[in-house]
């Protein structure tokens, strides 16, 4: 594993659309990101921050999320995801994350990775099968 410097910072942006948007107010209008994409996204956005930075036989793997959700996003509206390295002890990764839209703050928190060596991982779960 390469080393992973404090700061590291990447962005993931998305255009909020129904497939990532809640439908169950019951109203077209009310239609915004959904809280689990949000997350998901928060979550690719710390995993191709520090992806790069990988062996190629490492990837990462989410083991915490700690995340608020500020403010709604409506469907049409962009969204810029945005993780911030802020800790790193051996494997164990930890991010500060934001998502901003085009007027605001509408999520923060935290979200931990652990650096996993691919090949051992498949290993793992190849066992745990049997």
Same mark, same amino acid.
């Given at each position: 594993m390469n080393d992973i410097p404090v700061g %590291? *910072? =990447?962005?993931?942006? $998305? $255009?909020?659309?129904?497939?990532? /948007?809640i439908d169950f107010l019951g109203h077209e209008e009310a239609r915004v990101l959904s809280t689990p994409h949000m997350i998901a996204y928060?979550?690719?956005? +710390?995993?191709?921050?520090?992806?790069h930075l990988?062996?190629?036989?490492e990837d990462s793997v989410g083991t915490t999320v700690n995340i608020r959700h500020l403010g709604? %996003?409506?469907v049409g509206? +962009?969204? %810029?995801? *945005?993780? *911030?390295v802020?800790?790193?002890?051996?494997?164990?990764v930890v991010f500060r994350v !934001?998502?901003?839209?085009?007027?605001?703050?509408? =999520?923060? =928190? *935290?979200? !931990? #990775?652990?650096?996993?060596?691919i090949p051992k991982?498949? /290993? #793992? $779960?190849a066992a745990k099968r049997t």
């Open positions: %590291t *910072t =990447g962005q993931l942006p $998305l $255009l909020v659309t129904p497939e990532v /948007a928060m979550e690719w956005a +710390s995993r191709n921050t520090i992806k990988l062996d190629e036989n709604a %996003t409506p509206m +962009s969204v %810029t995801f *945005t993780a *911030t802020i800790e790193v002890a051996d494997r164990r !934001e998502a901003r839209d085009e007027k605001e703050l509408v =999520g923060e =928190g *935290t979200h !931990e #990775r652990f650096v996993i060596n991982f498949v /290993a #793992r $779960l």
